[in-house]
């Protein structure tokens, strides 16, 4: 089984990933982290230096291949993932995939404190970030809808939605 957990930045895949993987004693494969590792540049650097047309083309790649040749893994996506190409097909396809829905305020307290970390929010400014983020999921709502289970995390810890996400998969 793989379990694909889907969600804007800040939503907490990385984190209820680990946690999750741990607990079920799967494997835990963070894409973002593999592409870098792969070419051997941070997520930033490859924006930077080669774009993000490039980068979804990396990620697709990346992507296809995880879902081809692994198994009994937790797969946490970048926030991006699942808008391009037909990715929300493919992981769905292969995988059981969960969206970590949070709320506007949830995710801008979140992320505003990495922004150096995240490129598509490097330079926007704190005052102007609830609209960005509004804006975005607006566009990527309906991709994210499109998993299998939503699961809200907004005044959960992370262990109850861990819990939830091992309820629902009846693990």
Do not use: C, W
């Not at 047309?53 to 697709?60: A, G, M, V």
């Not at 995988?95 to 404190?113: A, D, G, M, P, Q």
Request: net charge neutral; hydrophobic share 35%; aromatic share 8%.
């Amino acid at each position: 089984m793989i379990i694909s957990l889907v969600g804007y930045m800040g939503s907490g895949k990385s984190h209820i990933s680990k946690i999750l993987s741990e607990k079920i004693n799967f494997k835990l494969i963070d894409l973002d982290r593999e592409i870098s590792k792969r070419n051997k540049m941070t997520i930033p650097e490859i924006f930077e230096k080669k774009g993000e047309i490039y980068f979804r083309k990396l990620e697709r790649e990346t992507l296809e291949e995880i879902l081809a040749t692994e198994e009994n893994i937790v797969l946490s996506l970048g926030g991006g993932t699942p808008v391009y190409y037909n990715n929300m097909e493919i992981i769905n396809h292969n995988s059981k995939s969960i969206f970590l829905r949070s709320s506007i305020n949830t995710l801008v307290e979140r992320i505003s404190k990495q922004k150096e970390k995240r490129p598509l929010i490097a330079n926007i400014s704190d005052e102007n970030l609830p609209e960005f983020i509004a804006k975005h999921l607006f566009e990527r709502n309906e991709f994210y809808r499109k998993a299998q289970f939503i699961i809200g995390t907004d005044s959960k810890q992370p262990e109850e939605i861990m819990n939830e996400i091992i309820d629902k998969l009846y693990l």
